[in-house]
């Protein structure tokens, strides 16, 4: 077994000292590739904490949506409701609402790993 | 024409500065008749398919600043440098601002691909010191009045002018053609997102009319593509993607949440409002359809999102590897935020 810190930890750290120390001392092309790659140091760090549960949340919220006939593996559940919806499960108004809810919050938590606060604007 | 096709082909090593610039003043010491020397030669960007360049032209009584825009191999352009080349001329008639080509050429052998020279408009086009600098002049308003009056002029163009190798929707109908593109696009995804098939679901029921009139498009105006100065909009660059099309879609594109750079409240690139466009558009004889102009705001955000996908697809399988487009798959999330946004149930129009 690896001595703490633990992955998450270490990624944070690694992500810290990109931004603060490396990019600043970087220019152009470079440093925008060294920010970009901070910025997907922290992803991964968020993600091993936040993942797990979104993923399973996710499905259960899809379950829901799709009732039996939703497979069990997040990719294919994925599928079969983008089929449904395009072919108009989501017409009736009622329906739409719960759909909308639904997607809203599993996007959400796939913001609050790939770029928090971005759900903060809600108008548009 | 699709957003992503841009910078999805396969990078090459590319000749050093110093060489450049000695074949370019070997060439238009050439093609002008008098000796021309190259100086000042610095890169501005090199992306995948594009780079481009600043640099004096010297001859013996005077010093121009010129910007090159050298496409990296032929086989990767959307549109020719001379289609490219044209349309921006129909465009500087119309009174867009855009920088005046002086030269074209289409033979890759000089340079390593086509490129065309142009004059070098002073400014700044970076995002973030864009809006930085227009709010900190209160330039904001300003700039999207002149973006509402150059997209009208544009649109008002003669559009049977339009030179060959400008994409032309096949039935004239591009609301339809647009959604049936997004349509085959969304089929292809790796990771299939419910939320775009709801937003294309829309797309379909709530279809407007198609437009009573095409026009060329430019299909790119936004914070990222402009040049600004002290009195603002001084120039509109990149026409690689122009098309015919629904002259609403490049009012629509320029208000996308991704181009505002964190200023949401402005809705046309973090600069003004889209009231602001609007009324600019119309004064300058642009057709304006709050409808259609909704639904292009909902296309076009599904379709930067599929295209985000797409880059991060173009770097796992190899055409076109990149940090840049490896991050992009992880920025999906975000457009499928916005436009859950504007598929919001209780949604007001707002501007």
Redesign the interface.
């Known amino acids: 077994m690896q001595n703490e810190p633990d992955a998450a930890e270490l990624l944070a750290i690694a992500a810290e000292v990109l931004e603060q120390e490396v990019v600043p001392q970087l220019t152009g ?1 470079t440093q ?2 060294a920010r ?2 901070a ?2 140091v922290a ?1 991964i760090g968020r993600e091993l904490r936040l993942s797990g549960a979104n993923d399973e949340q996710e499905l259960l919220s ?1 379950t829901r949506l799709l009732g039996s006939e939703c497979p069990t593996d997040l ?1 294919q559940a ?2 079969t ?3 449904s ?4 499960l ?2 009736d ?1 009622d329906r ?2 719960e ?2 809810s639904t ?2 919050k ?3 938590n ?2 609050a790993v ?2 928090p606060g ?2 903060q ?4 | 024409m699709d957003q992503n096709a841009k910078g999805l082909a396969e990078s090459k090593p590319q000749a050093t500065d110093d060489a450049l610039a000695q074949l370019l003043a070997t060439w238009l010491t050439e093609v002008e008749e008098r000796t021309i020397a190259v100086d000042r030669f610095e890169r501005v ?2 992306g995948a398919r594009r780079l481009n360049a600043l640099f004096d032209l010297v001859d013996d009584r005077e010093t121009h600043r010129r910007s090159l825009t050298l496409n990296q191999t032929a086989d990767i352009e959307i549109i020719t440098v001379t289609t490219e080349a044209q349309v921006r001329a129909i465009a500087e008639q119309a009174g867009v601002p855009v920088p005046h080509i002086h030269h074209v050429c289409e033979h890759a052998e000089i340079l390593g691909g086509p490129f065309f020279i142009s004059t070098a408009v002073a400014g700044l086009t970076i995002p973030r010191q864009v809006v930085r600098f227009a709010n900190k002049q209160s330039l904001g308003s300003v700039i999207v009045h002149q973006l509402g009056t150059a997209m009208a002029r544009l649109h008002t163009a003669d559009v049977t002018l339009v030179p060959i190798g400008i994409p032309v929707p096949e039935r004239a109908s591009p609301v339809s053609e647009s959604l049936t593109r997004l ?1 085959e696009r969304m089929a292809l995804l790796q ?8 937003a ?2 829309w797309l379909e ?1 709530h279809a407007p009319t198609e437009p009573e009139r095409l026009a060329i498009v430019h299909g790119d105006i936004r914070v990222g593509n402009i040049i600004v100065d002290d009195s603002g909009l001084a120039a509109i660059l990149d026409w690689e993607t122009c098309h015919v099309g629904d002259p609403l879609e490049d009012p629509a594109w320029s208000t996308v ?1 991704m181009w505002r750079f964190r200023h ?1 409240e402005q ?1 046309v690139g973090g600069l003004g409002s889209i009231h602001q466009l609007r009324t600019a558009y119309v004064d300058s004889g642009g057709e304006w359809d709050d409808d259609r102009f909704e639904w292009w705001r909902l296309l076009l955000t599904v379709r930067w999102g599929i295209s985000l996908a797409d880059q991060a697809r173009s770097h796992l399988d190899g055409r076109y590897k990149s ?2 487009m ?2 992009s798959g ?2 999906v ?2 457009l ?3 436009a ?6 209780t ?1 007001t129009t ?1 501007t």
């Open positions: 092309t925008h590739h970009v790659a910025n997907l992803i899809l990719t994925r599928a409701l983008s089929a919806l395009r072919a108009g989501g017409d108004p739409y609402a759909i909308w997607l809203v599993v996007v959400r796939d913001l790939s770029k971005h759900d604007w809600e108008a548009d | 960007s090199a349509d990771q299939p997102s419910p939320t775009f098939a709801l294309a679901r029921r949440r949401d809705r940090i840049v490896a991050a992880r920025r999330a975000e499928e935020y916005d859950l946004m504007l598929l919001n149930p949604r707002s």
